[in-house]
């Protein structure tokens, strides 16, 4: 087994939150800066830019985990993961269907926008992206399921946009594979007030939006290589593979 710094939650440019510099390039290059190993793309329901970074990927030793940081109807924000481009299409179709027709405003909201490995604009999302989909969060975790998706409830320690926060513990029957945790947030803490979780894997990550925060909280999975189905082993604690919130002396 071999151990693998990772960080499966940040924001390009595309999220309105995401600085302009938070190019899918720019996260590369400062993910092998910190020596992260496995990355995540999860920009606020969208997908658009997982191929970009995974073109830049190859050349840096980075593996690219594809997917967004969706807002559910109770304004809760959970990660979603996909193995292909087929089903990271289709669930950016998902996504585009349930988004609501709120216009961003990008002078207020920030810019939205898709660019190219040469750095030309060729979308800018007209809806604002940190609106919530029209459906509850257990709908949203059933079609990432149906798709071999990976369900993660986001900074379940915030008190804002969490699940948590939203609905005050997390459903026991959603189908989920972790949860994560913000740089502060405090496992044993979160335990203490929901003991459910204690079997549960927790990770951490960065939630960057700006190019210093990349990298900055991570957790560790032991893995035989790096690919979807190991991290999904790790996720459930299968086969010897596992996460760490820390790296393990």
């Not at 595309?14 to 996260?27: F, H, N, Q, R, V």
């Not at 329901?45 to 830049?56: G, I, K, S, V």
């Not at 810019?111 to 509850?136: A, C, H, M, R, W």
Request: hydrophobic fraction near 35%; glycine fraction near 6%.
């Amino acid at each position: 087994m071999q151990l693998f710094k990772a960080d499966l939650h940040n924001h390009t440019l595309l999220s309105p939150c995401g600085s302009l510099e938070m190019t899918p390039d720019a996260i590369l290059d400062g993910a092998r800066a910190k020596g992260v190993d496995i990355i995540g793309i999860s920009d606020h329901n969208a997908t658009r830019h997982c191929r970009l970074a995974e073109h830049y990927s190859h050349s840096r030793d980075i593996f690219v985990l594809c997917g967004a940081e969706v807002t559910t109807k109770e304004e809760a924000h959970c990660l979603a993961f996909f193995e292909t481009h087929e089903t990271l299409d289709k669930f950016q179709a998902y996504l585009d269907e349930h988004l609501p027709d709120i216009p961003n405003s990008p002078d207020f909201f920030g810019d939205q926008v898709q660019i190219d490995e040469d750095f030309n604009i060729v979308y800018e999302e007209p809806k604002l992206l940190t609106s919530g989909l029209d459906v509850p969060i257990e709908v949203i975790a059933a079609e990432v399921k149906s798709l071999g998706g990976l369900f993660i409830p986001a900074h379940i320690d915030k008190l804002k946009n969490s699940v948590i926060s939203q609905l005050g513990f997390i459903p026991f029957d959603l189908p989920y594979d972790a949860v994560e945790l913000s740089g502060h947030g405090d496992r044993d803490k979160i335990l203490s007030q929901h003991p459910y979780l204690k079997d549960k894997t927790f990770i951490r990550s960065s939630d960057a939006h700006i190019p210093d925060r990349i990298g900055v909280d991570t957790c560790y999975f032991e893995l035989e290589t790096r690919s979807f189905a190991e991290i999904r082993m790790a996720l459930h604690g299968e086969q010897g593979r596992r996460v760490w919130l820390s790296k393990p002396e």
